[in-house]
Nanobody, 123 residues
Framework: VQLQASGGGLVQAGGSLRLSCAASGRTFSSYAMGWFRQAPGKEREFVAAISGRGIITSYADSVKGRFTISRDDAKTTAYLQMNSLKPEDTAVYYC?????????????????WGNGTQVTVSS
């Protein structure tokens, strides 16, 4: 599956952004989707995941209550709504697809990685 992420940008602390991840292919609804991020000098880390048909979601503790992952299977697109952004959220954000929801937080056996989209939060 091919993924194209967009929606990053520069925002002040406390602001909001919505990232989008457009997927190719006819079997989008069968994939779990997720987001990772990587800040300069740091390892890539899990942010959020959503199961096929959006039944289950999970979040990293650092974003819980501020970020919301969702999906629109008709548009073959996943989203990451980011509210109350903090400077420590600054990173390149990547979307991922996986046939197994539980493998996303473990960063295991991804079916696809999107291009990164830069999110910069100024203080």
């Amino acid at each position: 599956v091919q993924l194209q992420a967009s929606g990053g940008g520069l925002v002040q602390a406390g602001g909001s952004l919505r990232l989008s991840c457009a997927a190719s292919g006819r079997t989008f609804s069968s994939y779990a989707m997720g987001w990772f991020r990587q800040a300069p000098g740091k390892e890539r880390e899990f942010v959020a995941a959503i199961s096929g048909r959006g039944i289950i979601t999970s979040y990293a503790d650092s974003v819980k209550g501020r970020f919301t992952i969702s999906r629109d299977d008709a548009k073959t697109t996943a989203y990451l709504q980011m509210n109350s952004l903090k400077p420590e959220d600054t990173a390149v954000y990547y979307c991922v697809a996986n046939t197994w929801y539980a493998d996303i937080p473990r960063n295991y056996n991804m079916a696809g990685w999107g291009n990164g989209t830069q999110v910069t939060v100024s203080s």
